[in-house]
């Protein structure tokens, strides 16, 4: 079985340069989650989608980044214009939908191998 | 809020030395506990995770970790470490809302391993 792939593994561009990564999630899985760790700084949550809807996107860290999951399938983060503090790592993850049978309403989260933007 | 430490930005140990990596979580209820491993050029590969039950799990690479509801602590350890252990190691909480968890990693823990 696939695991989650993300494409570039990485991109330079100049700082107003628009950029988009890709990310597509293990086959079945309707959660997939945006992070990013910037430079010296911890792994922070961007959003989440299940299936095609925003769930949380809280992490979100301004408008110039965009997130859509189009037909629940893979998902595309847009960064327009991007600045320097964008560098960074930007790794996706998904995980199933537990069923309520289950006892639990967690399942893992599966990372993909992550894109290293830097923004000169 | 949620937030998870770890301690020790930076660890060496010789190559067959015993390993403990600590990590010590803040949640308001019982948490699901990670540890991942990013390996140099390799994405997070999760290492073993707590949902409920016994409380030392093991996990992949010969990894365990035990949680401690006491001490609020998911310390990794591995009794003889290898070269190819080299790696940064990230603590993680998931925080349930729903049906879903938004991780929370700590800062990370880089390993150095001497031959």
């Known amino acids: 079985e696939a695991g989650v792939t993300q494409f570039p593994s990485h991109s330079v561009i100049e700082k107003g340069q628009t950029v988009t990564l890709r990310c597509d999630p293990i086959?079945?899985?309707?959660?997939l989650y945006w992070y990013r760790r910037v430079m010296g700084k911890e792994i922070k949550f961007l959003l989440h989608?299940?299936?095609?809807?925003?769930?949380?996107e809280s992490g979100m860290p301004n408008n110039r980044f965009l997130a859509e999951r189009t037909g629940g399938t893979y998902s595309t983060l847009k960064v327009q214009p991007a600045e320097l503090e964008d560098s960074g790592v930007y790794f996706c993850?998904?995980?199933?939908?537990?069923?309520?049978?289950?006892?639990?309403?967690?399942?893992?989260?599966?990372f993909g191998p992550g894109t290293r933007l830097t923004v000169l | 809020a949620q937030s998870v430490t770890q301690p020790d930005i930076h660890i060496t140990v010789s190559e067959g030395a015993s390993l403990e990596l600590r990590c010590n979580y803040s949640?308001?209820?019982?948490?699901?506990l990670f540890w991942y491993v990013q390996s140099p050029g390799q994405g997070l590969q999760l290492l073993l995770k707590?949902?409920?039950?016994?409380?030392l799990v093991q996990g992949i690479k010969g990894f365990e970790a035990e949680f401690k509801r006491s001490q609020s602590s998911f310390n990794l350890r591995k009794p003889s470490v290898h070269w190819s252990d080299a790696a940064e190691y990230f603590c993680?909480?998931?925080?349930?809302?729903?049906?879903?968890?938004?991780?929370?990693f700590g800062p990370g823990t880089s390993l150095s391993v001497i031959p």
């Open positions: 086959s079945g899985h309707d959660n």
């Open positions: 949640y308001g209820a019982t948490p699901y």
């Open positions: 989608f299940v299936k095609e809807s925003k769930q949380d």
């Open positions: 993850a998904s995980s199933q939908v537990v069923p309520p049978t289950s006892g639990r309403v967690v399942d893992t989260q599966y």
């Open positions: 993680a909480v998931g925080r349930v809302k729903t049906s879903y968890d938004k991780v929370i």
């Open positions: 707590y949902f409920s039950g016994d409380t």
